[in-house]
């Protein structure tokens, strides 16, 4: 029980990685909240999460909706009383080569990928240092570090949520929260599952263990960081990659 109590909040639980770390967090001992825009999703992932018996809520909420978002953090508080780990998890694609990539497509992956991790973290920060303690993780990637052909507006939101990370980390660290990202590599989610099949070929070719990333590798990721065993690890970026970019 690495997670005993502690009270977590993950963006984009109802599925992929989200749920995946979700689950993991609940068999930790956690108080999991899942919020998501796909209601659907969210209440199967609910009901998962109360099989296993863990205390568990869901919101749907759109990241890049400030109100909504609030909303949840405040409702969060009131009903577990504090609120522990924050993973800012919930991200899309919308790809293009530059030349061809359009103005709504910037915009709408900029708002969720980059204002959505500001939003929330700026939701749960006043209740993380009222408390003087807290752990918050962000979803970066692999492209956001390396860039990736087709991804100008992906790679910016994943280089920029790195940037934030760091900003982070320096601003509340004295104030006890710990502020760290992952950058995943190819991981078989709804998300790769519109990748052509040739470019994961190639990528599970170019990964030196040989094969692509499953949520589960990422989540275990996110266990170890939000778990007091990083109590000294803050404003790092962590590869879950397979050694993809090495
Ligand atoms: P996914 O598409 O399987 O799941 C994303 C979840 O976020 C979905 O449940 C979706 O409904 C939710 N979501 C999307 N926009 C939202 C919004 N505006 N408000 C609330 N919820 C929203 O994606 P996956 O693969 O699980 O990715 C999770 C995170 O990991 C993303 O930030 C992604 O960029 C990042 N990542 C994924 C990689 C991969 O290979 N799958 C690699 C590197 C990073």
């Given at each position: 029980m690495r997670l005993k109590d502690k009270v977590a909040i993950i963006t984009?639980?109802?599925?992929g990685i989200g749920k995946e770390t979700a689950l993991l967090f609940a068999r930790e001992g956690a108080k999991v909240v899942i919020c998501d825009f796909d209601e659907e999703a969210g209440h199967n992932t609910l009901e998962e999460l109360k099989a296993i018996g863990a205390a568990a809520l869901f919101f749907k909420v759109d990241v890049t909706d400030r109100a909504s978002v609030q909303a949840m953090v405040e409702a969060t508080k009131k009903e577990?009383?504090?609120?522990?780990i924050l993973i800012n998890n919930a991200g899309i694609t919308s790809d293009a080569l530059l030349t061809k990539m359009t103005e709504e497509q910037w915009d709408k992956v900029i708002a969720v990928n980059l204002k959505g991790v500001f939003n929330c973290t700026q939701a749960v920060a006043p209740i993380m240092l009222e408390q003087g303690s807290g752990v918050i993780l962000n979803a970066s990637s692999v492209v956001g570090v390396y860039g990736n052909i087709g991804q100008t507006n992906y790679a910016a939101t994943k280089a920029g949520v790195i940037g934030m990370t760091k900003s982070w980390a320096k601003e509340l660290g004295r104030k006890g929260i710990r502020v760290n990202a992952v950058a995943p590599g190819f991981i078989l989610t709804d998300m790769t599952a519109k990748v052509p099949q040739k470019i994961l070929d190639m990528m599970k070719e170019k990964t030196p263990l040989g094969r692509l990333g499953l949520p589960q590798d990422v989540a275990a990721a996110y266990l170890f960081l939000a778990?007091?065993?990083?109590?000294?690890?803050?404003?790092q970026v962590l590869g879950v990659d397979g050694g993809l970019m090495i």
């Open positions: 984009g639980g109802a599925k577990f009383g504090r609120i522990d778990s007091d065993e990083a109590s000294y690890i803050n404003g």
